[in-house]
Structure formats: structure tokens, C-alpha cells
């Protein structure tokens, strides 16, 4: 069925009860035809959510090239600026191109009826208060919803621990100059959001890029031996679903990371800005869940989950609390106070819980379908990651693919990608992509399909042949 | 008919020939009347607009002490943090208090009503657009309705000219991080806005103030002698109806200083936050309107005229387009959509020009109403502003009242003041105050009262006297 295409990449297959009614055949049958199918890897089984149809994709890497140099001298790197990121982020506007470059969300899963409606409803109870400065720390009523939500990622913090940003990004900005002076050295998880490597460099930051494999994200272990060796003032961190890589941390490793700098006393920013979106089971926990000394100062946003229009995001700065408020009034006093009303509203009432349900599960389908199409499309030995939560794909193509010719022949036919070469300042990345899964729909899928036949060309073995079987 | 107060200070009083007509008087008896009021203060005349009842109130100091020393070496300072500045941010969030303290606008003189409607309808409009990232330069509709407003600033300004921020402090925050690094020197008219010290604080940049005067604003004199001795690396400027001092610069200085700065290759961050609000007469030019070489740096916003909640203001770069704009990517990616939105629609059919009628005419009548109410209650020698627009009042009282002292007793009585001293790295206005007199109405006059006895106390003269003849 998986082959004929009854049922596609993503999508969840009868369960082995309902089969066994179906094709009248014992539950046994059934059972072990399944373990037969999850050993092939056709099928997986997810923790209390069924079997679902795997990608049909070669197996993604383990433990890919990622960081797997680079690491035996430790000299923080200067960021190359470089007008790409700049003309990544223009095109993002252009509603003529497909977006695969930037990490936006589908337009048709933000719920825009319900939030433009809260946004009108709350303006008119709170006449007033809607036009007025929301102060730093901003909207009580938000981040005591948000201190709600944290709960569930066990972290137990009080509306007072929380400054209302004008999104993630600004959040992970303010952070930086809360802590961080020009010629600072920064660890981060290597390859890093581009964005926030432009950040590093306008903030006069050197990097020093920590390795991450896909199943544990940032090395701990080269961490620490960075962190004896080299000054370090800050650790930066993407720990759930990670961008780009869609790495979750084990829970154990962000327990240790945490632990590793306390000794060293350098505080984490941790920006959990995808935490909201696991595919599947629970939402993960962050490593401010383990921190009792304030030293984390966990960054997030509603950008993806929610619209990210509206700006609303948030910083629980720990003890750097007043130095954030301080960077935040002299900055930009404020960020809008509607949107946070709009956003407050919809964590009351507006059913968040539902919404992430429905959107997880596009998600989930539309990143294992888009891993299906690429797959097919692109040259043999590409590899490509398996997020368990987010909605972006990296991409490791044969290396004679430049990811840097790729993105202007794809931007030619109206096609956004992000190239690998802007997510680190080493050259690490340059036969790599990030995709955004979010856009990718039957109506993109040819898009999907160009990127690949010009990767084809680009490596130098023809035409696009069918990669699966 | 002044005496008795049939007429307040600030208001219009009966035109000669109405008057003629209601006291069957000539023409000729009235106009001599009024000529002689007119001598004696009690009366001034506004071109085109009557006669007015002038503030009861000692003469505004032409030329105060402001600056007159200072000038002869130039040393540019470092600024010092303190938490004061936070303190007062802090204090402007609390309704319980009378809020002289931070320059936000009457919510009474706040559209709300009208702009929550076209918030929500906006919204509605552009259901999608509303909830997804205006990428900056940001909506190019609001884009266009500023370039039109600026006409009658003399500013022709392209719609790609203008990159839409998070109000006026982050546009000038913006500016400052595309042309100045840290330790660079920035030449400021003194005494300056609190706020914009502490950013240049925050920013590593040192300061070197320029002194102003009442009616002249920043001294070109000083300012040329401090090019030649001093590297400088940009000058701010905050050129109509400044804040504190409330001067509009003339146009043929705001000329002057542009061919200056021109001279040394200097760029100029012009500040006209308040441009829209003379309180008689036309919208008043920029130094940007002399500008053809891209060199001044124009930011301003709604925040005074509109609603600060909503957080739209905007910069013209200039020929730092880019650099301004790479800044915003990094630091916040965009501001909020649905209020840029909204003031986009109130520009087009909102009737802002109306708008703009009504809300000079309380502030004109507010700030001549508080300028006389000080008058009354503060100790004698006490000088007061006469601005021409915006709405904050600027007092230097006799040497002996400390303005922190001030500060701490007023707040103590739920009174908020600025202290003068965080105008400045300097101590030169440590006995100044501003005041804002958009809250000022019949139902705080108490609280000038009372700061006005806090200030008889602190200078040792006893109660209050009443200080008019």
C-alpha cells in the first residue's frame, strides 16, 4: 500500500487492531507483518500515536561531517557579513517565489481569523491600556499565561521572571548585550540560525563553533574542553528542534550542559523558540528546567506557532533580569501592546492546546513529505536530517554540489533555499541546505523536484534519476 | 477680564473687531488696548491664529545658563548608568500616580476608539498580510502616507526612502548602530532626553554636549570649534520643539548645521519626534529638508500624536539605507504588523490633520496652563520654557533646590518629575526639572502645587508665596 501510495510518507497507517478487523487476519498476523515493515524502516512506530509511514529517503545521517574538524584548535571566528543573509531575508517578502529559504510558518496554519479577532476584542475592553505603553516587563496577563504554558516544559517561573520582546529574535538580542561586550567570545551549537550569526557580528561578537550531532545537539565534550582552553562570556544554545538541524537534546545532556557552565559560570542563552512543535508525545523540556541559579536566560516566541506578524515574543533572563529591561527600555521602550493583548487572549481562551495539536501534525506530515520529495529529486548521497519536532530539513548534498551556486540557480526560477555556507563562518557547510518544510504542499512539490534536478547538474551526474529503491 | 480669569492663560481672548463690536468701542480703542496688553505680557499675539492670553509667569529665560560653561575644553564624557532612569521608566506604568515625569501624551487626547476600529478592521482586510512579518522597510502603504505628510515639512521622501521601526527610540537606536562603534564620540545638543543618554551608554559611546539655547537650539558656534578639535563621529539632534527644552531650531540654523556637518563629513541623527506638534502655525521644517547628499538620518514616530502602545515610528537613513536595515533584521527582524496597519489607515482616512488641530490646541493650552501654575507655586527665580510645540516644560529653579531631592519628595506624594540631572553626564542642571504638561489639567494642579511647596521647602524660603503680582 506504502508503495502504491495509498498511504504517503508521514501519514499514519491503520492500527494493528483495526487491520486485523479489516483484513479479517489475526492480530499476530498483523503485528508481525508491522515489525516486518518498521525493520525495512517502510514504517515507525511513534509512543502512544500509532505507526506511521516512513520517509522514503536514504537513511539519514547519524552522525554527519558536521563540526567534525574544526574543533582541534579553538580560535573564535569573526563573522563574515556578506550581503546574502540580507537578500535571503528581502525575498522572504516576495510572495512570487516559493519560500523554502527562510524558517516561516505556513501561512494557511496561522490561525488568522481567531487571533484578528482577539486582537479587535481586546482593543476595545482594554480601550485604554491598548494604546498605551506596555512597559517592560510588559502585558501581566501574558506572561502569567506564559508562566502557565512553562509548566509543561518544567520550568516553574512567575510572571515577574519574564520581559515581553518584540520576538524571539529580539529576546536572544538583548540577551547578548545583557551579558556580552564587543570582542567577547560566544559558543554555539554549530551549524547555527543564520540570523543569529548576523547578530554575533553587528554585536562586534567572535564565535567559536561547538560541533552538534543530530541526536544530542552541541558537544558537550568539546564544550568543555573549549571552555578550558579559550575565554568564553556566553553559551548559546537552540535546544529544541533545533535550527537548523531539528535536533531535540536529551534531557540528560541539557543537564549536563547546564552543569558544565555552572563550573565554568557562563551563563546560557537558550532559545527554545520551536519547543511548541514536537512532533510527537510531550512537549521537551528545556534546560531552564534544571536551573535554580538563574543562569539560563530562556528566549522563545509565538512566531511560529502563533503569527509571527504580530512580534510578540519572550526572555526569562534569570539573573539578568534588570540588565535586559535596562537593554529593552533604551532600545525600544516597549513592544507593541495589541498583538501581546491578542496573543494573551488566545492562551486564555482561544484553545493554543488544540491549534498546537493541528499544526504539529501538518508539520510532522509536511516535513516527512518534503524529506520523501527530496529524496527522490536530489543526487545520490544526499543526506537528510530526520527533525522529531520544527519544520526544517538540512541537507547534506554530494560535496562537488556548491549550496551557494544551487541557491542562485534556484532563485532564478523564483525558489528560495538557505544556503549551508551562512549557518557557520567556517566552510564547513558548503555542499549543505536548509529547507522549510512549512511551505511545502502539492503545489511546491515541483519546486522540491527543480532544486534537485539542478543539484543534479550541479554534481555533475545528469539528469534527475529516481533516488529511492 | 485676565485678572479675574474670564480668560486662562493660553486661551484665545476676543478678536479686536469682535470686541470692537461687543463693547461699542472703535476698532482703533481696542487695537491700542491690545498693543498695550500686548507690552505688558499679559497678551500675545499669534500670526494668523488671534491674541492669547499669555502664561502669568516670571519672563522665560532667554539665554539661561544652560551650556555657558562646559564648552571650554572639550572632554567628551562617559555617561553614567544609574538606576534613576529605570526607576522613572518604571514609575510611568503606574496609574496611581500624577505622571510629570516621562513625556508620554494625554490618554484622553489618544484616538483610541478610532484606532482600535481600524486595527480591527485592517485586520480583517488583510487577513493574511496582518498576521505575517511586514520584512522591513515594513508596510509600503504606511511608507507612502509618511512620504506625503513630509511634504509640508519640505521633505520629499520616497516610500523606499523610509524603513518603519519600533517607534522613535528605536529608530534612533538604529541609527546609532549603523554609523557609530563603541568609544566613538557623538556631539549632542545638551541638555538631551534621558532616554537617549542611556542608550548611548548602553552603546559604549561617549558624549559631548553641546550647549543649547531657548531659542537657537544647538549651538553651531560651539558645535564648529568641537569638529575641529574633537574627532566626531555623528551629532544628534532633536530639532523641532525638543525635548527637553522644547526649541524649534530656526530654519535658516537647521540650514546652518546641516552645511556644517557637511563640511567635516559628519552625519546628523535628527530627532523630530515632535515636528507635528507646533502649537500655532505650519508643521515646521527638518534639517533633513535641506538634505540631498543622504546625510541626516531622520526618525520620528506616532508615539506623540497617535498612540505609544502601538509602537510604529520610522526612519529616512539616507545614505545608511542598508546599514539601518541589516540592524533591524538582526535585532528584531520587523516591528508589528497590525498597528502598522492601523496608523496606515488612520493616515489615509482617519483624519489626522484634524486630529493634529485638536490635540496642539490642548497641548498649547495645557503647557501655558502648567507654565502658569508653576509660576504660581514654584519659588521665586524660579524660569520656565515657553516651548512652541510638543509638550513638556523645562524649569530651572534657584540653585539651592536640588532636583533629586525633588524627585524623591515628589514621588513619596505620587508625583512623578524629571530631575535634570539625567539630562546630562554633567551637573549643570541638577537644579532644572522638565515637566509634562500633557497631564497637566485642573485635576493635577494640585500635584504642581505640591511640587511647587517641596521646592519653596528645598530652597528655604518658607511656604509657598503666591508669585504673580
Known sequence: MVAKGTYTPGERVPSIRQLSRQLRVSVNTVKAAYVHLEDRRIIEARPQSGYYVCPSLPEPPREPDIGASGTAAFNPAEVDAGGLVMRIMADVMDPGRVQFGAAVPDPALIPAEKLNRMLAAESRRFREESTGYAMPPGSLRLRTQITRRMVRSGCTLRPDDIIITTGATEAVFLALRAVCSPGDTLAVGSPIHFNFLQLFQ?????????????????????LEKALREVPIRACLVISNFNNPLGICMPDERKRRLLALLARFDVPLIEDDINGDLPFSGRRPLTVKSWDTAGRVMLCASFSKTLAPGYRVGWIAPGRHFEAVIRQKLVTSIASATPTQLAVAEFLTSGGYARHLRAIRKAYRAKTAQMADA????????????????????????????????????????????APGRIFSTTDRFGHCIRLNAALFSEKTRWAVEAVGRMAHQLAGDGPAQDSTD
Open 374 to 417: 527530496v529524496g527522490r529529486a536530489f543526487p545520490p548521497g544526499t543526506r537528510v536530517t530526520r527533525p522529531t519536532g520544527g519544520f526544517t530539513l538540512w541537507l547534506e548534498m554530494p560535496r562537488t554540489v556548491d549550496s551557494l551556486a544551487l541557491y542562485g540557480l534556484a532563485r532564478e526560477q523564483g525558489i528560495t533555499i
Open 202 to 222: 553587528s554585536l562586534g561578537l567572535r564565535v567559536l563553533e561547538i560541533p552538534s550531532s543530530p541526536t544530542d545537539g552541541i558537544s558537550i565534550e568539546v
